[in-house]
């Protein structure tokens, strides 16, 4: 019998070993994603502990920066001790210590760099060849799975053909090699082939997947070491840094209180003070034209003034006449609290000075303490004093008629409470041989110009004694 064309016909092989072998393809997409995940979790902390060596560096420049601005030596060393223990020897104490923290980053640097990133990049590099230990291993297996399913699925699709040609010819002649029942036998060879290939792969995934487990156990091992490298290198930097800032601190509070000023006053004695010598004091300070005639007073002391207020009384002040003519009044004769400001100043040359009886004595004038203006503007007054004693009365007199002005009565004269007035034409002062002399009262002064200051004509007052002619005869 002729062999005869046939229909063909085809069908897909999808067997329980094959699916299985699908979800370890994606178990292992799975597995890939966690490794690179991995991957990255070690390149940050690579990247973490790189940026932290730098900074190292740049805090070890910064330090040296730090260090320039301290001078090499003090330019004022000169004035302070030589002594370790003084200001001298804290600020070489300071610099050392300050060099040897700018080195001590540059170590901590170089201890990072050496120790702690390689067990990273280490970790990192396996992680890589991890990843193309799955990559690779999963080619190869997946590869010969293919080719074995390519065979199985041609061998599966001939049996399919020629089963139906062996129908469709009711048993017409084959070709040997297209004997289904060798056909189908050959099927089952290559199907059991592309199993055991199928096999292979899902064992080698859960070898890789089994291995997983203990290659993420070596990563984190891996991580904790440099992290706990770090710690201890970071650590030791803070101890040794905390170290050099204490002996800092020590040096600072080594230096004795006197330590400096006892150095400093041995090396300058002879330029010092010496703490024994003695205060200056006024009488020790002499200056020129302290004694000439025209700064000594020609009478001072205490003389009560009357007062210009409502009530009536005396009030106590310092007054001195001085060669110059004037009557000065302060209120007291200290010369040091404060500046000696005259309260009242009368020039005598052109005051009138009136003794009344006792110790109380007037004298009419201008006070011209105000300065120009004041002076300018002043107006006469009539100033009431009172001595302690007659005797000092009579030289507060006499002085005072040396200085004032040449119609100033010269004597002890009892008068009104109102000075008297005359004329020009008035007779002069008597002897002091007429003991009986009287002053003529011409014009009373009104009672309101008879207290201290009170304003009176500026008309030149002559004290005119009225004698009897007879007792002029007699005598």
């Not at 901590?108 to 990843?131: C, D, G, R, W």
């Not at 041989?433 to 009373?444: D, I, L």
Request: hydrophobic share 30%.
């Amino acid at each position: 019998m002729d062999s005869t064309t046939l229909p063909q016909r085809s069908a897909t092989v999808n067997t329980v070993t094959s699916t299985n072998t699908s979800k370890s393809d994606d178990d292992l997409i799975l597995e890939s994603d966690m490794n690179e995940a991995w991957k990255h979790t070690c390149k940050y902390l690579e990247n973490y502990i790189s940026t932290t060596h730098k900074v190292q560096r740049s805090q070890s420049k910064e330090l040296e920066k730090l260090l320039k601005a301290l001078p090499e030596s003090l330019d004022e060393a000169v004035h302070f001790s030589d002594s370790k223990d003084g200001v001298n020897g804290l600020f070489d104490n300071l610099r050392s210590n300050t060099a040897a923290i700018a080195n001590l980053h540059l170590e901590t640097e170089k201890t990072l760099k050496t120790t702690v990133l390689p067990i990273l990049e280490k970790l990192h590099q396996e992680i890589k060849s991890k990843a193309k230990e799955l990559h690779h291993g999963a080619e190869k297996g997946t590869k010969h799975v293919v080719r074995a399913r390519a065979v199985t699925q041609k061998h599966v699709e001939m049996l399919g053909q020629y089963t139906a040609a062996f129908d469709s010819s009711n048993g017409g002649k084959l070709d040997p090699a297209h004997d289904p029942y060798i056909l189908c036998r050959g099927t089952n060879h290559r199907m059991n082939k592309q199993i055991i290939e199928e096999n292979n792969l899902l064992n080698e995934m859960l070898q890789v997947q089994n291995s997983f487990v203990t290659f993420e156990a070596h990563i984190l091992q891996s991580i904790q070491n440099a992290i706990s490298q770090f710690s201890q290198c970071m650590s030791a930097q803070s101890d040794r840094q905390r170290q050099t800032y204490t002996n800092i601190v020590n040096a600072a509070q080594r230096i004795p209180p006197e330590l400096e000023w006892a150095d400093f006053y041995t090396r300058n004695q002879a330029s010092l003070l010496d703490p024994d010598t003695a205060p200056r004091s006024i009488s020790d300070a002499p200056f020129p034209n302290q004694h000439h005639a025209a700064t000594e007073a020609l009478m001072e002391g205490i003389l009560e003034r009357k007062s210009r207020a409502m009530i009536k009384g005396y009030n106590s002040g310092y007054y001195a006449v001085t060669p110059a003519g004037y009557l000065h009044g302060f209120k007291d004769n200290d010369d040091h609290r404060h500046d000696p400001t005259p309260d009242i100043t009368l020039y005598l040359p052109d005051s009138t000075v009136c003794h009344s009886d006792g110790l109380k004595f007037t004298i009419k004038g201008k006070d011209v303490s105000g300065g120009k203006v004041g002076q300018t503007f002043a107006t006469t007054t009539e100033l009431k004093f009172k001595a302690h004693s007659k005797g000092d009365a009579e030289r507060w007199l006499n002085t005072l008629n040396a200085k004032s002005a040449p119609g100033s009565a010269s004597v002890s004269q009892k008068t009104s409470p109102s000075v008297s007035r005359t004329t020009s034409g008035a007779h002069g002062a008597p002897p002091l041989a007429h003991p009986a002399t009287v002053a003529t009262e011409t014009s009373p002064t009104p009672a309101s110009q008879q207290e201290e200051g009170t304003i009176v004509q500026t008309d030149d007052k002559v004290v005119t004694p009225t004698t009897p002619v007879a007792a002029s005869g007699k005598s």
